[in-house]
């Protein structure tokens, strides 16, 4: 029965292993942009041609048959959202004062969609109308980037700079006269710094100060990471780097020390230093445990079980991930929910399911659903297995013993090999 039971165990592991290949393969092939099939959703029936520049980007589009009112020519912008890449068309034409945007198309995005959709309510789009080429779009300078979806506004604002820009260089001869964007680092990400030491400090050494700190920091984490930055990591943001999607440290600089902080502390602390320190989220389940009062312990079963729940979801993610190329599609966590008021489909169930459960189970949804730590947990435990087959490799090897010639005669070294 138990060699049944194994084999059929091996058998699903192989299929989730090469099912998710397969739609790794398949949605590589898909995601080939066919750019006259975006611009076909804001053109209409108007024909397009690719204009010839010796194959200097950007890409543009002109009109085959213009009419009045038409703009000259779509330029085609790419830049780096929190999700991934994201492109826009950029509708310009020639004025008596030089060249203007007309108007704005977000293409494509890979970010989560009420984000897009408060950028949209907020006319975010429409602040590029009539504006020169030759402008800085700068966040917080000649551009608003709105709170609340900052991230996916600077990604917006650094396609259409970058495209416009260098299509008044290469295409039109153009000096640059605009300024250029500096790096986005300040008091926030300073902060979030201090934030990680504390946590590195806390865990690593013992001490009166440590243990205060281990009381105090998920409050902080609470108050930082959750509300004031909203930098709690998804799947989707883990995702998001199989799909070799890396945000420019520039831009997006508190991503980059989020990862560095997870990620660093598996590998050379052998930590997650994530989970019950940065996890927002995990605090709140604690709090809303302490309030009631009221604990049910989880059988083993239900334990065990736990652990194919959350593979499974896992598995399921993935495959949309996969597929679609959209990390934010496959991510299910309420965290976007509960701390920017933001989500989709199934997280408006997610997020009161989660925070009921935790009134009774401790770290309810850490324990049973959570794909971060799960894959955290996983990636601490497949380190230390790594460290210890190295060891064996290395002890396994033979030993040179050397023995020295008091005569004078040339050193010579036996074998041993250890048992």
Known sequence: MRVTHSRTTTFLKTLAWLSLLAAFVIGQLASQPNHKAMLSHY????????ADYQNEKPIVFKLVKQQPGDADVVVLGEGEGYGGLMMVGIFAHRTDTGPRIQKLALLSNTETPPYIER?????????????????????????????????????????????????????????????????????????????????????????????????????LSLAYVGIY????????????????????????????????????????????LYCNN????????????KISGIRLNLTPQVTRHARSIILMLIWMSLMLIFLSRHPALGSYEPFSMMFALEG??????????????????????CRLFCPVGFTLNELVRLRSKAVNIFKRLISSKTQFIPIADITGNDVRQKQRRSK
């Open 119 to 219: 950028l949209k309510k907020k006319h975010f789009f429409n602040q590029f109308n009539d504006k020169l080429i030759t402008d800085d779009f700068l966040i917080d300078s000649d551009i608003d980037g709105y709170s609340g979806a900052t991230i996916s506004a600077r990604g917006i604002t650094s396609a259409v700079r970058q495209a416009v820009h260098l299509g008044a260089v290469n295409h039109l001869k153009m000096p640059s006269v605009w300024q250029e964007e500096q790096w986005q680092f300040g008091a926030k990400e300073a902060g979030l710094l201090l934030l990680v030491a504390l946590v590195v400090f806390a865990n690593q050494y013992q001490s009166k100060l440590s243990r205060k700190l281990k009381v105090i920091i998920p409050f």
């Open 43 to 50: 053109m209409g029936d108007l024909e397009l041609e690719r």
């Open 278 to 289: 940065l996890c927002p989220f995990s605090t709140v389940q604690g709090v809303l445990h």
């Open 229 to 272: 930055t909203n930098a709690s990591i998804s799947f989707g943001s883990l995702s998001s780097i199989l799909l070799g999607y890396f945000p420019s440290p520039k831009h997006h600089p508190i991503w980059w020390i989020m990862m560095l902080s997870v990620f660093g502390g598996i590998v050379f602390l052998r930590r997650n």
């Open 344 to 365: 989709m489909g199934m997280q408006w169930y997610i997020l009161p399911f989660s925070l009921l459960g935790a009134l009774f189970v401790p770290d309810f949804w």
